[in-house]
DNA sequence: ATTTAAAAATAACAGTGTTAAGTTAACATT
DNA sequence: AATGTTAACTTAACACTGTTATTTTTAAAT
């Protein structure tokens, strides 16, 4: 059955196939579900075929997410327009709330998942690349909203004040998509949680900070 | 080599001794060292027989957090002694963050991973008893500050409030946690990221911070 | 037509959680 | 005291997993 030869092309569309074989698993049925038999049935391969395109699994799961983090970075890009850099701001925060909460997969691959530490030379993101790059571009937001004066006179490091306000954020995803049915919490609704979470950042950080 | 009808007391020897088994790899090694055969081996048993003391891996695991859990507990419990209410709070969350920082093995099962949901009535862990339940520690804690007002007035629900700050405390931690050693984050120092996390929390709730 | 090598499949290995079927030996009963 | 019962444990085995080695297929190159 093999046809032998492949143009790069072909090659590239296995990849992805392949990639979306192991997406579709992934984010219907979880990590767990994502097995390279599994992954393979689905493009009628074999499943050792699969190490023809992928060193291994962890390398293909990290291929799926990179090509989601992407996703997420176009999400928020979206919001970079904004002139106003408090509602930029805000608006930043929103999307990655709902970029997280809408993937719990991919969010929990991304952030709440041990991996071995990533190689940035390995990762098909280009670091710095606003275009690819969430984190610069959280750090490029904030900073330009610390320049437009609006956080308190105190805090003075622009990159300090973006991982406090990223933990934060984070801490809220992290805790609904692991914890949200746990019977022992009596959680408060998921809106009033982050509705208190944004109030606590901005009085937190910003001098003057207008409620709405 | 079975010396026959072990007592109550024995059987919970040996269910202790596998729990703590498990628990040296688990800490030292992370949950993916924890295989049945390694902890079996570790005590001289074959790993079938911990299906003996428990019903799956995953009891065996939860058994052991659970123990943690309490142990957690406890050592928040020594800041409930504390008299002014806001000072007990910043103790409460200095303490609940070193627990996560110097045990992120078991942080991590706690809060970081994906778990069936979990049935109170299985677990070894008394529910709202104030000396083993670290949530319910959690709720009294931020409560009676609240009725000492130490709280922006606009802010009336304690059970909103300490969710919040579990969630950004929950960041912080799962954040160092997992990505400590990313090459792609330029981290701040992990004491300047906890002290900018207590400021925002402290100028985001309360009526007049402290600031010391 | 024969060789070559790419692309895939099959077989197989070592490891996992887990179940089923034995084995051993202390106790209860006759 | 001999016998049977059964708790405590072990060994075999199953159905998975990721992964490697080997083999097959087949289009192209000679």
């Known amino acids: ?10 090659k590239q ?3 992805t196939a392949i990639m979306d074989a192991a997406r579709e698993l992934f984010i219907h049925q979880g990590v767990q579900a994502v097995t390279m038999r599994a992954v393979a049935q689905r493009i009628g391969y074999s499943a050792t075929s699969l190490f023809l395109y992928f060193t291994d699994k962890e390398q293909l799961l990290r291929a799926v997410v990179d090509a989601d983090v992407i996703k997420l970075a176009q999400a928020l ?11 930029r701001f805000l608006q930043f925060g929103q999307h990655y709330v709902q970029f997280a909460l809408t993937n719990p ?11 071995p530490p990533c190689d ?6 280009e670091q710095n690349n606003p275009e690819q790059d969430a984190y610069s571009m959280l750090i ?11 956080f308190k006179p105190s805090l003075t490091d622009p990159v300090l004040i973006a991982q406090t306000i990223w933990a934060a954020m984070h801490g809220l995803c992290a805790l609904h998509i692991n914890l949200a049915d746990d019977a022992w919490i009596n959680w408060r609704s998921l ?6 979470m944004i109030e ?9 900070p207008t409620h709405e």
Not at 3 to 8: F, H
Not at 80 to 86: E, K, M, N, T, V
Not at 140 to 146: E, H, I, K, M, R
Request: glycine share 4%.
């Open 1 to 10: 059955m093999p046809p032998k030869v492949k143009t790069d092309a072909e």
């Open 191 to 196: 809106e009033s949680r982050i509705q208190a």
């Open 105 to 115: 997969n991919h969010y929990r691959m991304m952030f709440m998942t041990q991996h």
């Open 120 to 125: 940035p030379a390995l990762s098909s993101i």
């Open 200 to 208: 606590m950042c901005l009085h937190g950080l910003m001098k003057e």
């Open 77 to 87: 890009k979206s919001t970079l327009s904004i002139a106003d850099p408090l509602q």
């Open 13 to 15: 569309a296995v990849r």
């Open 140 to 150: 490029g937001v904030v900073t330009s909203a610390w320049h437009a004066g609006v």
